[in-house]
């Protein structure tokens, strides 16, 4: 009996792992900029206190206690926003995200999406995938492609999203999730 639940947990473990996993391979690329925040530094965050704080502080640090990562990965390279897309379609699948909703604005693509929570306003994780095209780069050419994937786990109101976005200047277009409810 101890043998099948060693086995059960190992197998389970390296389940749940893999889900933190899929996109760490653009941690170390060259053509990826990343960002990950883990539950620690969250926790750390979260468990600041200052009798001066505002209502909208107390509440960004009241939503980081329910959130366990957050990983940002940004490219300028077309091979690496290339396998950026077939990794986050996979993974969209494998996981069976929903499609909360998309925004177009010009050139620029954006793709929301969810693992449902115990409600509707409670998800599991909150996916973003952004994808675009500037008109100049920083060398002076015409346009390059920008690919942005945001990934966030934990117990997420979609309703206080913004001020998470605010407070820690991740990508605006995350604001479009209250607008798009």
């Known amino acids: ?3 099948v639940f060693v086995i059960l947990s190992i197998s389970l473990l390296s389940y749940t792992g893999y889900s933190q996993t899929v ?3 653009y941690e170390n690329s060259e053509n990826v900029a990343s960002l990950s925040i ?3 530094l969250l926790e750390l965050v979260a468990n600041m206190s200052s009798d001066d704080q505002d209502a909208e502080t107390k509440e960004f640090l009241e939503m980081v206690k329910h959130i366990d990562g957050i990983k940002v990965f940004i490219s300028e390279n077309g091979n690496a926003s290339a396998d950026m897309a077939l990794t986050m379609k996979k993974y969209v699948r494998q996981k069976n995200l929903e499609e909360l909703m998309r925004v177009r604005d010009g ?3 954006v ?3 969810v693992k449902t929570g115990r409600n509707a ?3 599991k994780e909150l996916l973003m995938f952004v994808t675009g095209i500037d008109k100049k780069d920083n060398d002076g050419n015409d346009s390059s492609i920008e690919t942005v994937l ?3 786990t934990g117990n997420i109101e979609l309703d206080k999203v913004g001020s998470l976005v605010n407070k820690m200047n991740l ?3 995350l604001n479009q999730i209250e607008k798009g409810k």
Do not use: A, Q, S
């Open 111 to 113: 793709r929301f999406y």
């Open 121 to 123: 306003n409670r998800v």
């Open 150 to 152: 945001l990934t966030m």
């Open 1 to 3: 009996m101890r043998r």
């Open 107 to 109: 050139e620029t693509n």
């Open 38 to 40: 883990n539950k620690g």
């Open 171 to 173: 990508p605006k277009e």
């Open 23 to 25: 996109f760490d391979k």
